[in-house]
């Protein structure tokens, strides 16, 4: 049995708790712009204003960040990845089929990402070319792998001097935990339909026939990353593979092989866009997905029990229930 002054401490503690809580929720509310929550276009997408213009040409911003990787669902309560496929896709379409958009920049900061995602992505920029639209790439700090996959069929190409960039190739990697499991007495029971249904599985070493199978799945991955390159940039695939091992390149060493054509900031990457396709003081916007009211609950939510943004991702990668599989994916 607890004695008063037990009870008179747990008290207060549950008191502080409730007390912290309710300042977390009321500066969230407080600090939350409330007509970018409720709300936004019909479509969901919303147009930011970088730069002002009387031309009546407009430039759309639309700016690709984070792990290339469909999660299959939008933001929600326990789920607010940074990077939401399906939602980048819709950006790109929306770009598209504006009839009031002149050009596109693509701004790039990442690291790559799934196979699919980035051939779909490339996809979605062909189609906007296919309208009759410029699209130029602008790289932030890291535009590899995926990354580049994405930005090789646009119009032009502009890396900071430190973006780092290539990486191009393809990787599948797993976690081999068989010896561990030894040690710890721990046993599977496996039952398959085929003597390949378990291939890559963490509890056993893998077969050369394996390697084997799965090394023909990388080549052919790749070789479909060298010919969107080689078209691209209008360079024999014979080049491409060479500057393609998977090394990465600073901005200017990219510029050296011609795997980008300037080297500049976004704000130069608009003015190129102005000279170059003749767009006279255009109206510069800033596409981006509309802020939820669901997102905004999420994001509190767990603002209350976590503050370390790398504790909030777990990485990724260990959460990804499809791992593992061939990724355009620079990692460090």
Do not use: C
């Amino acid at each position: 049995m607890m004695n008063g002054k037990r009870w008179a401490a747990v008290g207060i503690a549950a008191f502080l708790l409730v007390v912290s809580v309710g300042f977390q929720i009321v500066t969230s509310i407080a600090s939350t712009n409330f007509d970018q929550v409720l709300g936004g276009s019909d479509d969901g997408i919303e147009e930011k204003i970088v730069e002002s213009g009387q031309g009546g040409g407009k430039i759309a911003i639309i700016t690709l960040e984070g792990v290339i990787q469909d999660t299959g669902s939008a933001p929600s309560l326990v789920n607010t990845a940074t990077y939401n496929h399906r939602q980048f896709l819709r950006l790109l379409e929306k770009a598209g089929e504006d009839a009031s958009v002149s050009g596109v920049i693509l701004r790039v900061n990442t690291p790559g990402g799934g196979v699919v995602e980035s051939a779909e992505i490339h996809d979605k920029v062909k189609e906007i070319q296919e309208h009759g639209k410029p699209v130029y790439v602008s790289m932030g700090n890291t535009a590899a792998s995926g990354g580049y996959y994405v930005s090789a069929p646009a119009d032009k190409i502009v890396a900071h001097p430190a973006t780092v960039t290539g990486s191009i190739g393809v990787i599948m990697q797993s976690i081999n935990y068989a010896k561990l499991a030894e040690d710890i007495g721990l046993e599977f029971n496996t039952i398959k339909s085929g003597k390949y249904k378990d291939i890559m599985s963490g509890n056993r070493e893998m077969t050369k026939e394996e390697k084997a199978i799965l090394q023909s799945m990388v080549d052919d991955f790749y070789g479909d990353f060298v010919k969107v390159i080689a078209s691209g940039r209008d360079m024999p695939e014979k080049k491409v593979r060479e500057i393609g091992d998977g090394r990465v390149y600073s901005g200017k060493q990219a510029k050296e092989v011609n795997l980008v054509d300037e080297l500049g900031t976004l704000e130069d990457t608009i003015e190129i866009m102005k000279k170059e396709e003749d767009i006279k003081d255009p109206l510069v916007v800033r596409y981006q997905g509309g802020f939820t009211f669901n997102q905004f609950l999420g994001t509190s939510a767990r603002s209350l029990f976590v503050s370390d943004s790398e504790l909030l991702g777990i990485k990724e990668l260990l959460m990804d229930s499809e791992t593992p599989r061939a990724m355009y994916l620079y990692t460090e």
